[in-house]
């Protein structure tokens, strides 16, 4: 069945440092990507998204980039400011969303 | 309403309880999917509805958990005969549509119920 993983587990960065997530999918007919960030006693939220006909996507400090002859997509903050800290999912968004198994953004001050 | 609304924020059960939990998805949204969250992990898919029908469900651990949505709009997940390994997160998400066009795939969770089982 499809598969996502996900890497690192656990990432510290200072305040004012870029932080990258990596993700790498299995079912080569996928074709629509999520990233969510998830706070402490809530659900996932969606922060941004990339179709497989456009190789990169930027919304002010978050980017995702996307490689679907490798089946790796990845997510990028640059400026990172303490409230960035959370965990992190990618995702394969297909039919039913298959989410990795997350990414825990510390940002220290 | 303006986001996905679930009840019991809070579940504590005995072993061998039956517990209901519910979900209120964004007026109009067409897909329903229920999540289970272990701590530390991602969420994993075990059902989903369009409008009331239930398309798959695939994800569900075992004959004990079922889920509903008899009028296309609030669901119930119920779970039988509680077990410890029951114990998690269970998050549901709506979207407006059915996953065949742009935007069609952007779920909108809500907070969760988090059930422990003793």
């Known amino acids: 069945g499809e598969n996502v993983e996900q890497h690192p587990s656990t990432l510290s960065v200072q305040e004012g440092d870029s932080a990258v997530i990596k993700c790498t999918y299995s079912?080569?007919?996928?074709?629509?990507f999520p990233w969510y960030k998830q706070e402490l006693g809530k659900g996932p939220q969606l922060i941004i998204d990339?179709?497989?006909?456009?190789g990169e996507k930027k919304d002010q400090r978050i980017a995702v980039t996307l490689n679907k002859t490798a089946k790796h997509f990845s997510l990028h903050i640059t400026e990172t400011q303490p409230e960035d800290s959370a965990v992190y999912f990618c995702?394969?968004?297909?039919?039913?969303?298959?989410f990795g198994a997350g990414t825990r953004l510390f940002v220290k001050a | 309403g303006a986001g996905v609304s679930q009840s019991p924020r809070y579940k504590v059960a005995k072993r061998g309880q039956d517990v209901a939990l519910r979900c209120d998805p964004i007026?109009?949204?067409?897909?329903l999917f229920w999540y289970q969250q272990a701590l530390g992990q991602g969420p994993e898919f075990l059902t989903y509805?369009?409008?009331?029908?239930?398309?798959?469900k695939s994800g569900l651990p075992s004959d004990r958990f079922f889920a509903e949505r008899p009028e296309g709009s609030v669901s119930t997940l119920k779970i039988q005969r509680t077990q410890q390994e029951d114990s998690a997160v269970y998050l549901c998400?709506?979207?407006?549509?059915?996953?065949?066009?742009?935007?069609?795939?952007?779920?909108?969770f809500g907070a969760g119920s988090r059930l422990t089982v003793l």
């Open positions: 079912d080569s007919a996928s074709n629509y």
């Open positions: 990339i179709r497989s006909n456009v």
């Open positions: 995702a394969d968004g297909g039919f039913k969303t298959i």
């Open positions: 007026s109009g949204h067409v897909s």
């Open positions: 998400a709506s979207s407006l549509g059915t996953g065949s066009y742009f935007g069609a795939n952007v779920l909108t």
């Open positions: 509805f369009q409008n009331e029908a239930q398309l798959d």
